[in-house]
């Protein structure tokens, strides 16, 4: 059975770092797209950053660019994100994805992932 389990949330003031991570159980990396989303209240989900388990190619939306760096663990397949600069529009539910033999653009903008995580709360305090 397909498992991801997010964590490594919490409360950061501005300007600050956390890094959350995806850890995935019941098969191993081999050519995935996982992605992490957000959503904040109120707010649809959007898509934040991806990495490709195969070439680790990543990708990132815009309002996160130079900010966020996605990575991937493939001996704990685990998927990190760190970010970096947190700002108050950040504090949203973090979800991880994931897409079994696909292409992470085709994951980040349709959001129809293979399995989710449940989420790990990050806030941004002004």
């Known amino acids: 059975e397909v498992q991801l389990q997010a964590s490594g949330g919490g409360l950061v003031q501005a300007g600050g770092s956390l890094r959350i991570s995806c850890a995935a159980s019941?098969?191993?990396?081999?050519?995935?797209?996982v992605a992490w989303f957000r959503q904040a209240p109120g707010k649809e989900r959007e898509g934040v950053s991806c990495i490709s388990t195969s070439d680790g190619n990543t990708y990132y939306s815009d309002f996160v660019k130079g900010r966020f760096t996605i990575s991937s663990d493939n001996d704990r397949n685990t998927v990190y994100l760190q970010m970096d600069s947190l700002q108050p529009e950040d504090t949203a539910v973090y979800y991880c994805?994931?897409?079994?033999?696909?292409?992470?653009?085709?994951?980040?903008?349709?959001?129809?992932?293979?399995?989710w995580g449940l989420g790990t709360q990050v806030t941004v305090s002004s």
């Open positions: 994805a994931i897409k079994f033999r696909s292409a992470c653009p085709l994951l980040l903008h349709h959001q129809r992932g293979d399995d």
């Open positions: 019941g098969f191993t990396f081999a050519d995935e797209a």
